[in-house]
């Protein structure tokens, strides 16, 4: 091992051992002490505003689209394989604090998507919306190298790290499941790629809203039959879940797996405070800001109290697999062809390839939101789109251990500029919530934001626009 991958592995196992976890854990708790567990408490209201986000809106992205493009992101591989190595490390007990991590979870990504609403700017290219934690860094808090920094952090892994890894995983998965050749699959999965990514936002948005419903309900249809035709054993499953969850190697096992595994989807697969998910809140055309942090709040328990929950009970209503000598996703694969036949493979082998997609979909989205970040040139755009296409093409060959971890060191870096600057503009996202609530409880069913209410203004240009 080089020092350069040496470096890289101690400086991201330093960071998401103590710095990120306290962080993350701390403002969650924060957060959700602040909006007095609006996560929970309005649960219903999420859903009705989803529901409501799937309506035509004149050419913008809906809140439905958005949620959809984030979901995409954040809801990849890891939520197979990150969950089996999950339990297999750190035992049943890990699958509480994936739990109690989402819980809140919640609460920081409400604030940081409701920011990214509040403080969103007008794209000149498509005529619709973008923002995130880089514009609200340097057009709010006017620190212009910070907003700089976290650009290029998540365009680079975001944009091309990660999207490496998917298309690995891709083509591992369908060369070993039906022996095509790498080369092939190389060439088809670029094109393909190439063809979404150079289509824009929009070709994404609607990918990604058909795309990820499709494949979310596939896998939780085959966790429900699962679940079915073990009925008998949930009580048990839930019970050793919980009692397991306070001893020692449930913990530290628990965590260690997001820490030390290329996915960091243990217990971080919702990826609530990291700064990415506001990239693509942003762009949702909503008449008030704190409706897409809802449905971004939203967006957390989907991807870990439904998916994750739903592998989790893949492999531990399955008796042996403490002894299959398995791992990942194929010890998820193994659980699930001693229940529905050896066709199970293929199923995950598909599920793979879709979770897989949608995330080079959802990633890429997030790079080009940032580059435009710098400049709104076409010319840079393209260039930016090119160099994801061929490293989507670079990762369908490579083999990829350094690039997981040089993307997680980035993520890293990238989450601890987000969440300083989430810690500071939060109570602009406590009057928004506020607000809103307001609003409801005065019976008007169509909550509208006026900007006048927050203490200062600077950075906010979309909603003074009627003005």
């Given at each position: 091992?080089?020092?350069?991958e ?5 400086s ?21 002490a602040?909006?007095?567990?609006a ?28 949620f959809?493009?984030?979901t995409?992101?954040r809801v ?64 709010c808090?006017?620190?212009a ?9 998540i ?40 063809v ?17 419903p ?15 035709l073990?009925?008998?054993e ?80 893949i ?8 002894d ?13 062809s001693?229940?529905?036949?050896s ?24 790079g080009e ?28 060959l ?60 600077r ?9």
């Amino acid at each position: 091992m080089s020092i350069i991958e040496s470096f890289v592995n101690w400086s991201n196992n330093i960071l998401w051992s103590y710095v990120l976890i306290g962080m993350l854990v701390g403002l969650g708790l924060y957060f959700t002490a602040r909006i007095k567990f609006a996560q929970l408490s309005m649960l219903g209201e999420m859903c009705r505003l989803l529901k409501e986000g799937t309506n035509k809106e004149g050419g913008h992205i809906s809140s439905f689209q958005a949620f959809c493009i984030s979901t995409a992101s954040r809801v990849g591989v890891g939520n197979i394989a990150g969950i089996a190595i999950a339990i297999m490390v750190g035992g049943p007990g890990a699958i509480f604090w994936m739990w109690v991590i989402a819980l809140l979870g919640a609460a920081s990504g409400f604030v940081e998507s409701t920011l990214a609403q509040i403080y969103k700017v007008r794209d000149p290219l498509t005529g619709g919306f973008r923002g995130g934690p880089a514009y609200y860094i340097k057009n709010c808090l006017g620190n212009a190298k910070a907003a700089a920094l976290f650009a290029i952090l998540i365009s680079v892994t975001f944009g091309m790290c990660f999207n490496s890894v998917q298309s690995n995983t891709i083509t591992d998965a369908l060369n070993s499941q039906f022996g095509i050749n790498k080369y092939a699959i190389c060439v088809a999965l670029t094109a393909v790629s190439g063809v979404v990514i150079f289509g824009g936002i929009k070709r994404i948005a609607a990918l990604s809203s058909w795309l990820v419903p499709v494949m979310a309900t596939s896998y939780l249809l085959m966790a429900f039959i699962v679940i079915i035709l073990n009925i008998t054993e949930v009580p048990g499953m839930i019970a050793t879940i919980v009692s397991q969850a306070f001893s020692p190697d449930a913990a530290i096992g628990g965590i260690s797996v997001a820490i030390l595994t290329g996915a960091k989807r243990g217990l971080f697969s919702n990826e609530a405070g990291m700064g990415s998910v506001p990239n693509a809140a942003a762009t949702a055309n909503v008449s008030h800001p704190v409706k897409q942090g809802l449905v971004q709040a939203l967006g957390v328990f989907v991807d870990t109290m439904v998916v994750c929950t739903a592998s989790a009970c893949i492999v531990l209503l399955f008796d042996g697999y403490a002894d299959a000598g398995q791992k990942g996703v194929a010890l998820v694969q193994f659980a699930l062809s001693s229940e529905l036949g050896s066709f199970a493979g293929v199923l995950i082998t598909i599920m793979v390839f879709m979770f897989a997609f949608s995330s080079i979909a959802g990633n890429y989205y997030y790079g080009e939101s940032n580059i435009q970040f710098f400049s709104e040139k076409p010319i840079w755009l393209f260039i930016f789109r090119a160099l994801c296409v061929l490293m989507v093409a670079f990762g369908s060959l490579a083999p990829l251990p350094f690039v997981w971890n040089l993307a997680d060191l980035f993520m890293a870096l990238m989450a601890l500029v987000n969440l300083v600057a989430i810690t500071i503009l939060g109570r602009n996202a406590f009057i928004a919530l506020k607000d809103y609530q307001a609003q409801k409880k005065a019976g008007i069913a169509n909550p509208v934001f006026h900007p006048e209410q927050l203490p200062d203004q600077r950075g906010i240009t979309v909603w003074n626009e009627s003005k």
